[in-house]
């Protein structure tokens, strides 16, 4: 029972480890994201969301969906594009950026 206690810790830190991202970075290489999602990621137009405070993981994966085509909708194949020359560590620190924002 404790390896297995150990074991899931171990799964834990290295998940938690895999979306950990430098929001300084981010915050450099996400000029294009202000236009729509705010400089602080509090949208700039109701019809876009917000990424201020999201989720470090969740932002990231739907980063990742956006740029491998398997989100839909009206302006996924513009967020695909935007994406497209950015690697994993790029949307690590743009999604830590987003979600180290305060909400206010």
């Known amino acids: 029972m404790r390896l297995l206690s150990l074991f899931s810790l171990l799964c834990l830190s290295l998940n938690a480890q895999a979306f950990e991202g430098d ?17 602080d990621g509090k949208a700039v137009n109701d019809s876009y969301p917000n990424l201020k405070g999201q989720h470090e993981a969740y932002l990231f994966s739907s980063m990742k969906a956006y740029q491998q085509g398997d989100r839909k909708g009206p302006l996924a194949l513009m967020m695909q594009a935007q994406l497209q020359r950015l690697n994993d560590n790029d949307l690590r620190d ?3 950026f987003y979600a180290s924002q305060n909400e206010n």
């Open 94 to 96: 743009i999604a830590a």
């Open 23 to 39: 929001p300084v970075l981010g915050q450099q290489k996400a000029p294009s994201c202000v236009f729509c999602h705010g400089a």
